[in-house]
């Protein structure tokens, strides 16, 4: 069984965070937490409760596995089905033609 590093954990929560233009405090107002509890985690000087951490998933667009582990989401179909339930319906056109583009460009 693998072990829990919160410290990795955190790291990869603040990557998250940070890579969808949140700051500490706009986080923690999502979450309903304070910002010292969002900064904790962050740090890994605090666990979380699985709410929390299915809150975050939510929120930051990643699986609970890459939170929990590090886990990749390459290659996975399933993680690319939960971001386009994601997409508002009025967008997912422009989203189809951009995946489609994108496979034509790889090929």
Same mark, same amino acid.
């Given at each position: 069984?693998?072990? *829990?590093?919160?410290?990795?954990? #955190?790291?990869?929560?603040?990557?998250?965070?940070?890579?969808?233009?949140?700051?500490?405090?706009? *986080?923690?107002? !999502? !979450?309903?937490?304070?910002?010292?509890?969002?900064? =904790?985690?962050? &740090? #890994?000087?605090? #666990? !979380?409760?699985?709410?929390?951490?299915?809150? &975050?998933?939510?929120?930051?667009?990643?699986?609970?596995?890459?939170?929990?582990? #590090?886990?990749?989401?390459?290659? =996975?179909?399933?993680? *690319?089905?939960?971001? &386009?339930?994601?997409?508002?319906?009025?967008?997912?056109?422009?989203?189809?033609?951009?995946?489609? &583009?994108?496979?034509?460009?790889?090929?």
């Amino acid at each position: 069984m693998k072990e *829990l590093n919160y410290i990795e954990i #955190g790291a990869r929560i603040r990557k998250s965070r940070e890579s969808q233009l949140l700051t500490q405090e706009k *986080l923690a107002e !999502m !979450m309903d937490v304070s910002v010292k509890f969002v900064s =904790d985690i962050e &740090l #890994g000087a605090k #666990g !979380m409760s699985l709410k929390t951490l299915n809150k &975050l998933s939510q929120i930051l667009l990643v699986s609970t596995d890459h939170i929990l582990y #590090g886990s990749s989401s390459e290659n =996975d179909p399933a993680e *690319l089905v939960r971001l &386009l339930q994601k997409c508002p319906p009025e967008k997912s056109q422009y989203l189809e033609d951009i995946i489609k &583009l994108f496979i034509r460009s790889s090929q």
